[in-house]
């Protein structure tokens, strides 16, 4: 039997072959990849590092990694990411929800907000946003659109099988199919790097949607679109809340305080840089 059967030696051929794409998470790649294709848990793979693996599993395996190596972003491999406290079904459609993300999601929280709240997301996406908020607030009453109708199949989809009916979403290009204007919050990850930033051919980048990731005008246009626009879609006392760039946030506090809106507020992700301004 050839020894790389082993899911020991797998997992090093794999942890090297991935470093060499240039991955900084080789092993753990390494790992959820074998995972995926053996449809067990990582504390299984620990728990028997000489199980052997079947020609099928170790061809099936190589092509993955393979992949990995190239640059393809793990969770399109899997076709899965944790976001919050969930399992979010992802393609190649849609932005790959990030950590810095959550911190959006904790702030919307942290706002006093009516018990029964009306929320519009606006570019959900996979629906991690709304999806994270339906999961700890049942009460609200949830609208998400995305102008990409794979996104809107996908966040459907995601929303069915996490049993979080109250989040209804639907296609529209920003606010053109929004028909209510009474909302609560208005929240939003949307596009906001220029069109001439190098980190887009850079990692997990290369391979997103551009449409989820770039905005004109050095990536303000849609933050800009979305603040200016909102007003006309909110109740009395309510808020708009948006992700922008780590060096956006002074533009984007000014844009805010210029389109009136009141109480304007940054915060700063995990890496302790300006992530989320909210009024
Ligand atoms: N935060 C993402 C990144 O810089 C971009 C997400 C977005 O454009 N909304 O990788």
């Keep these: 039997m050839n020894s790389n059967y082993q899911l020991v030696k797998a997992i090093q051929y794999a942890r090297t072959q991935i470093a060499q794409g240039g991955s900084e998470s080789a092993l753990l790649d390494a790992q959820l990849l074998l995972q995926h294709i053996l449809g067990c848990d990582r504390q299984w793979l620990y728990m028997h590092p000489e199980h052997p693996m079947t020609d099928t599993e170790w061809d099936s395996y190589r092509e993955l990694v393979e992949r990995r190596r190239k ?155 979305i603040i200016s626009c909102s007003r006309g879609y909110l109740k009395a006392q309510s808020w708009v809340m948006v992700e922008h760039g780590f060096a956006q946030g002074a533009k984007v506090r000014e844009i805010f305080t210029e389109k009136g809106y009141k109480k304007v507020n940054t915060l700063t992700d995990y890496a302790n840089l300006d992530r989320v301004t909210y009024a």
């Design 71 to 225: 640059g393809e972003p793990i969770a399109y491999i899997l076709g899965q990411r944790e976001f919050w406290s969930l399992t979010l079904d992802v393609n190649a459609t849609t932005l790959i929800p990030r950590p810095d993300t959550e911190r959006l999601v904790e702030a919307a929280l942290a706002l006093d907000l009516p018990h029964t709240a009306k929320v519009l997301e606006l570019g959900t996406g996979t629906g991690a946003i709304a999806l994270a908020l339906a999961s700890e607030r049942p009460e609200w009453q949830i609208d998400a659109v995305d102008y990409s109708a794979q996104a809107v199949q996908l966040a459907q989809g995601n929303g069915k099988r996490l049993k979080l009916p109250q989040v209804t979403v639907f296609q529209s290009d920003w606010f053109s199919e929004v028909k209510q204007t009474d909302y609560d919050l208005i929240i939003s990850n949307p596009p906001y790097i220029a069109a001439e930033d190098m980190h887009l051919e850079q990692g997990d980048l290369r391979y997103e949607p551009h449409s989820a990731l770039v905005a004109a005008d050095k990536g303000f246009a849609d933050l800009d679109h």
